[in-house]
C-alpha cells in the first residue's frame, strides 16, 4: 500500500500531559521566544499545533553502522512516533528519512554517501536529515549535500525534524532521551531481544580510531536509569538484551560505578531471561567480572574481546593498552571458567609497516587460542589519526591478509560448531523465518535452524544440536 493509503496513527496528546519526565518546550513568538516548562496549557497548544502539523507525514530510519547506532536509531523511531509521525510500511515512500550514519572506515562513509544519494534518487524531493558519527566528523561537507535537507545530532533529530515541518514550534523534547550529554537508547520492534546503551565515547586513543572523535568522552548514566530503561524493555515481553557502547569496560567511569555492579543489578530485573555484553577492551576484563558470568542464571558465556593485532609492536603502534600475553591470559581464563563460551575477536588486517611475518605470527597465536569467531576489518586509512602519517601497507596485501583471516575465521567457526555438536543448549527463537525454518541463538551464541513452529517464536527451550547444515546453522531437536 502507498503512503497516502496507509492508516495513519494519530498523534496521541495524552502522552505528553500524562508524562512528567517531558523536560520542557520552546514555543517561538516572533524573534524571541517563551519557555514553558511543565505548564500543561502551553503543553496542551503546543501539542495540538505539532499534531496537526505532522499529522499524515511519515518517517522511515535507516541505520548504518554498529549495534550501538542501532539502538539510537530505534530510539529515533519512537521520539518520531511518540510526535504523530508514522513509520512508513516497507517498500513505501516516506516524507522524511533519517540516515543513522557510521565513520568506523572510509568504506563505512562512502556506503552512507552512496545511502543518501540512492534515497535522493528512488525518493525524489523527499526530505533527509543526516545524524550519527560521519555527521559529527564531516557535518559541513554533509551540508553541502543537495540531497541532504538537515543534519543534527542524534538527541536534536526529533526536535529538528518536527520544527522542519512545524517551524513555528521551534523546539520539542521528547520524554526521556537525553541525561546531560548522555543519548539514551535501546532497541525495539524485534520482541526477542533488545540492545541497550549503557555507555558512549571513549577516553582510549588508538592511533587508527575516529569514535573518539565522534562520540566525545566516556560517559554513561547511573546504575539505577539503566535498570528502570530494562524494567521498560522487559514490559514489552522482551527475553533477551545485549548490553552496547563504544567502550562498555569503562562503564560508571563518569558515576563512580563499574560494569560488575551493573551486571549485579540487572540481573535481578524482573521478566529479562539473558543478558549478552558486547566487546570489553582485554585489558578491562577483570577476572571478577568473568567469574560473575561463570555463574550467572541470566549473563551468557558470550564474550567479544578485541585483539585488533596478534604482533606485539603492531599493538604498541595501535596504542592498544594491552600485550598479545595479557589478551592470551584473559581468553584462556574465559575458557578455564566456561569451556564453550562463544568467543568473538575483533582484528585488523594490515595495519601500517604490518610486515608478512608479523601477520603470519598473528595468525598462528590465533590458531593455537581457537576463538570461536574473528570480526576481520581491513586497515581503513582515516584523516587525522596518527596511524594515517605512518608508512602503509599497500592496498593490494592488505585485502590478501583479510581474506586470509576470513580463511581462518570459517575454520574456527566450523571447529566451535563441531565441539557444540551433540551437546543440548538452550535456545531463544525469534520470529523470522524462512525456507520453512525458524532461527535462534545458543546461550554461547550458536545459531540453529529448527522446522518454524510459532509456538517457539520468543520462547527460551531445550535444543539438541545435531550438526551443522549446508547453510551453516546449527541443525537441532527440541528436548522435550
Ligand atoms: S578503544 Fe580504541 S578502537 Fe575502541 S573506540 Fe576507543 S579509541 Fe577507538
Known amino acids: 500500500m502507498g503512503a497516502k493509503g496507509r492508516k495513519i496513527k494519530p498523534y496521541r496528546y495524552k502522552n505528553l500531559i500524562n508524562t512528567p519526565s517531558h523536560g520542557r518546550f520552546v514555543i517561538s513568538a516572533g524573534n524571541g521566544s517563551a519557555q514553558a516548562v511543565f505548564c500543561p496549557l502551553l503543553l496542551i497548544f503546543a501539542d495540538y499545533f505539532m499534531a496537526s502539523s505532522v499529522h499524515h507525514k511519515t518517517f522511515c530510519v535507516v541505520n548504518l553502522g554498529c549495534k550501538l547506532n542501532f539502538a539510537e536509531a530505534s530510539t529515533i523511531a519512537r521520539q518520531l512516533s511518540g510526535m504523530g509521525f508514522a513509520q512508513a510500511g516497507e517498500g513505501d515512500a516516506a516524507d522524511i528519512y533519517v540516515v543513522h550514519t557510521c565513520a568506523v572506515t572510509a568504506q563505512a562513509e562512502k556506503k552512507c554517501r552512496q545511502a543518501i544519494r540512492k534515497l535522493a534518487k528512488q525518493r525524489h524531493g523527499t526530505a533527509i536529515c543526516v545524524t550519527g ?10 551540508e553541502q549535500m543537495p540531497e541532504v535537507s538537515l543534519v543534527a545530532d542524534k538527541s536534536e533529530v526529533a526536535q529538528k525534524i518536527g520544527e522542519y515541518f512545524s517551524p513555528s514550534v521551534s523546539a520539542y523534547c521528547p520524554a526521556g532521551t537525553s541525561v546531560g550529554d548522555f543519548f539514551t537508547a535501546y532497541s525495539s520492534g524485534d520482541r526477542t531481544r533488545s540492545f541497550l546503551k549503557v555507555q558512549d565515547g571513549c577516553d582510549y586513543r ?16 547511573a546504575i539505577e536509569k539503566i535498570a528502570a530503561q530494562a524494567e521498560e524493555i522487559a514490559a514489552q515481553g522482551v ?9 562498555i569496560g569503562d562503564f560508571g567511569k563518569s558515576t563512580g560505578e563499574n560494569l560488575l555492579q551493573l551486571a549485579q543489578r540487572l540481573e535481578k530485573v524482573k521478566g529479562i531471561s539473558r543478558y549478552r555484553i558486547s566487546s570489553v577492551e582485554p585489558n578491562l576484563l577483570t577476572a571478577e567480572l568473568v567469574d560473575f558470568v561463570a555463574d550467572s542464571p541470566k549473563f551468557l558465556p558470550h564474550f567479544h574481546i578485541p585483539l585488533q593485532s596478534g604482533a606485539n609492536r603492531i599493538l604498541g603502534l595501535m596504542r592498544r593498552r594491552y600485550t598479545r ?4 591470559e584473559k581468553l584462556l581464563y574465559v575458557r578455564e571458567k566456561m569451556p564453550l563460551a562463544f568467543i568473538g575477536v575483533d582484528i585488523i588486517a594490515g595495519f601500517p609497516t604490518e610486515t608478512e611475518a608479523e601477520f603470519e605470527s598473528a595468525c598462528a597465536f590465533l590458531q593455537a587460542l581457537q576463538p570461536s569467531y574473528l570480526h576481520v576489518f581491513p586497515y581503513s586509512k582515516r584523516p587525522n589519526t596518527p596511524a594515517a602519517e605512518m608508512p602503509q601497507v599497500p592496498g593490494a596485501q592488505i585485502s590478501d591478509r583479510a581474506k586470509r583471516l576470513g580463511t581462518l575465521c570459517a575454520a574456527l567457526h566450523a571447529d566451535f560448531y563441531k565441539k557444540n555438536t551433540g551437546r543440548t543448549g538452550s535456545v531463544l527463537f525469534e520470529s523470522a523465518h524462512k525456507n520453512g525454518y525458524m532461527f535462534g541463538f545458543s546461550e554461547n551464541y550458536v545459531k540453529v535452524a529448527l522446522p518454524y513452529n510459532a509456538d517457539l517464536v520468543n520462547k527460551i527451550a531445550p535444543v539438541r544440536m545435531l550438526g551443522a547444515g549446508e547453510d551453516g546453522n546449527m541443525r537441532c531437536e527440541v528436548v522435550k
Open 133 to 142: 558519527c560521519y555527521s559529527l566528523i564531516k557535518g559541513a561537507a554533509l
Open 206 to 221: 588508538c592511533s587508527y580510531c575516529t569514535v573518539p572523535l565522534a562520540r566525545g568522552e566516556s560517559r554513561s548514566i
Open 239 to 247: 527475553n533477551e538484551i545485549i548490553l552496547t557502547g563504544v567502550n
Open 325 to 328: 600475553e595479557l589478551f592470551a
